[in-house]
């Protein structure tokens, strides 16, 4: 694999953009250097390889610079993919967030975690993302949680809900069942940014189209937002002969686009032209120009990333296409199998010239007095959070009143218990929330539903409200205690966990019920990691802990035993 040129941040006026290359070039350098300390300086008895993503991780340290160091507020959430781990832990590094005797743990036992992990890692971790698609997903699920918290008159702060999306994670089905629910529609706050390396774990993927992908998410009523090209491709575009070089990069595949990436300067001028007109603009263009132009990609421009943020409508969801090169800066940029490729010791080497550190000390932070040290110092006040206080528990009765007798379904007992609750306990029943992928009534949910009202973040009509033969009755508002969800276990399930972990992020306890049939119940819940009292993990679909209730089906009756029950709120950790 060759060398590449050392990445170029664009010359703008002011030492603004600078100042966040050198930061840029800092955080690339640190994880680099925290996944090759893991795997070929920390002693290891085993030889077996202990793996992380350099690739992966420089694809995104673009992006992750400007959004810390520039963007993000102190409210704002962020759910960081999970192959970029070690760009969120050099990051908290520079900002004072953590040890840095935790630079030499990764994947080490009681160290830093290989995915990001709000209940492992030693550093704040917003979102743990360690199943493909599902960390994807959770701020979704996090912004309606705060949603709902705010509707029982609590404080859950504001601020935006990020979500930092590998392309490759765009194949999970969970990420299509979240974006395409109505309601998803309605949260402002939420942002996705695409990392568009055009790569997964074994290849490049040959037939990704932005364009394709932007219509899905602008159907689905997403603000579509994209970064293409840097300012120095842009500067070329402006030239005799531009368009001809914008119509080739457009069009040519993402396999030639990549193998272009691993090209000398002389290789790119035989096979970049296919016209006359593009062959005149190269000749003009010296080696060093040309060799850095072909991966001046947007995501990697400080400039085009902050002026896309600047442009976010907060009014609706929204997506930025961010295309990059896996591995940008590194030996092993735009290879096919740079996934989980590590630098030899002499490219490590190289990187760190490149970077002005040593290898032999390789844990710098910057000088206070520096500009780079005075950035992070702002970034880290502008960033540091009040600790949260835990809320008030409601204090459980011991007896609710009743009485059972006689033979009834576990599901009809569940549906008066909550109806029962209300009464007996109105302070604990206001900190329930049930959900349901389209079956509310088909499980008994009925007379609850009626009691409580649907969720919503704005009263809405009920249109069939004077109809004397409608029994279930749809009545929208802020102040509903159901949530519901399409057919989509994987929402119920992402909705669920954000649901009760509400009491971590903003000291306020609910106990989210998700009731769903059996016979689909292993579609969405094996995506959960439930621990239990102890911090076991245990397998959901095998034991009811939680707030997960299954209806199962007997023959053909149309009756449904429910099976499962009600537990404390926060048991699920996605």
């Known amino acids: 694999m060759s060398a590449p040129s050392a990445p170029v941040t664009p010359a703008v006026s002011g030492d603004r953009f600078a100042v966040l290359g050198e930061i840029e070039q800092r955080v690339r350098w640190l994880a680099t250097a925290i996944i090759d300390h893991a795997n070929r300086v920390r002693p290891n008895t085993t030889g077996l390889k202990v793996g992380g993503h350099q690739a992966s991780s420089a694809s995104m340290t673009t992006l992750m610079t400007a959004l810390w160091f520039e963007h993000l507020q102190a409210g704002d959430r962020v759910s960081v993919k999970p192959h970029a781990s070690p760009v969120l832990h050099a990051i908290n590094y520079l900002l004072g967030e953590l040890d840095e005797e935790y630079l030499t743990t990764l994947r080490e036992f009681g160290g830093l975690q290989s995915y990001p992990s709000r209940s492992k890692d030693p550093d704040p971790v917003d979102y743990s993302t360690g199943s493909v698609g599902i960390g994807a997903t959770a701020p979704i699920w996090g912004a309606l949680a705060r949603r709902y918290v705010a509707t029982l008159g609590e404080q859950a702060g504001a601020g935006r809900q990020y979500s930092l999306v590998g392309d490759a994670e765009l194949d999970e089905g969970a990420v299509w069942e979240a974006i395409l629910d109505p309601m998803v529609g309605e949260l402002g706050e939420v942002v996705w940014?695409?990392?568009?390396?055009?790569?997964?774990?074994?290849?490049?993927?040959?037939?990704?189209?932005?364009?394709?992908?932007?219509?899905?998410?602008?159907?689905?009523?997403?603000?579509?937002?994209?970064?293409?090209?840097?300012?120095?491709?842009?500067?070329?575009f402006a030239r005799e002969g531009g368009d001809a070089l914008r119509r080739r990069i457009d069009e040519m595949s993402n396999p030639e686009y990549q193998r272009l990436l691993r090209c000398t300067p002389a290789q790119l001028r035989d096979r970049l032209p296919d016209s006359p007109e593009l062959t005149r603009l190269v000749s003009t263009v010296d080696d060093e120009t040309l060799h850095a132009a072909i991966r001046n990609l947007g995501g990697h421009d400080l400039r085009a990333v902050g002026d896309a943020f600047a442009r976010i409508d907060d009014t609706r969801p929204t997506v930025i296409f961010a295309y990059t090169v896996k591995g940008f800066g590194l030996a092993s940029e735009g290879h096919p199998q740079n996934h989980s490729s590590l630098l030899t010791g002499e490219q490590f080497g190289e990187l760190a010239a490149r970077s002005g550190i040593s290898v032999e000390a390789p844990w710098q932070r910057?000088?206070?007095?520096?500009?780079?040290?005075?950035?992070?110092?702002?970034?880290?006040?502008?960033?540091?959070?009040?600790?949260?206080?835990?809320?008030?528990?409601?204090?459980?009765?011991?007896?609710?009143?009743?009485?059972?007798?006689?033979?009834?379904?576990?599901?009809?007992?569940?549906?008066?218990?909550?109806?029962?609750?209300?009464?007996e306990a109105p302070e604990v029943a206001r900190r329930v929330v049930t959900l349901c992928p389209d079956v509310s009534s088909s499980?008994?949910?009925?007379?609850?539903?009626?009691?409580?009202?649907?969720?919503?973040?704005?009263?809405?009509?009920?249109?069939?409200?004077?109809?004397?033969?409608?029994?279930?009755?749809?009545?929208?508002?802020?102040?509903?205690?159901?949530?519901?969800?399409?057919?989509?276990?994987?929402?119920?399930?992402?909705?669920?966990?954000?649901?009760?972990?509400?009491?971590?992020?903003?000291?306020?306890?609910?106990?989210?019920?998700?009731?769903?049939?059996?016979?689909?119940?292993?579609?969405?819940?094996?995506?959960l990691v439930v621990r239990d009292l102890r911090g076991r993990a245990v397998d959901p679909r095998r034991h009811s802990l939680g707030c997960v209730t299954r209806t199962r089906r007997r023959r053909a009756s149309v009756d449904h035993d429910a099976v499962g029950g009600a537990g404390a709120a926060g048991l699920y950790q996605l």
Request: with cysteine; aromatic share 6%.
């Open 193 to 236: 940014i695409v990392d568009l390396n055009r790569q997964s774990l074994d290849r490049v993927v040959p037939n990704i189209g932005g364009p394709r992908l932007a219509g899905m998410f602008g159907a689905a009523g997403w603000q579509v937002l994209t970064v293409k090209y840097g300012r120095l491709l842009e500067e070329l």
């Open 443 to 527: 499980t008994n949910l009925g007379g609850w539903v009626n009691k409580v009202g649907v969720w919503s973040p704005d009263e809405r009509r009920d249109w069939f409200d004077d109809d004397p033969e409608t029994i279930l009755h749809w009545r929208e508002k802020p102040t509903g205690q159901h949530i519901e969800l399409g057919i989509a276990e994987g929402n119920l399930v992402g909705a669920l966990g954000e649901l009760g972990a509400t009491w971590s992020r903003w000291g306020q306890p609910l106990l989210p019920i998700g009731v769903l049939y059996d016979h689909v119940r292993g579609a969405g819940i094996g995506a």
């Open 366 to 423: 910057f000088a206070p007095d520096s500009a780079a040290g005075r950035v992070c110092a702002a970034t880290a006040e502008r960033l540091r959070r009040e600790p949260v206080p835990a809320g008030a528990v409601p204090v459980l009765p011991k007896d609710i009143g009743r009485t059972p007798s006689g033979r009834a379904t576990t599901q009809a007992a569940l549906g008066r218990v909550l109806l029962d609750l209300t009464r």
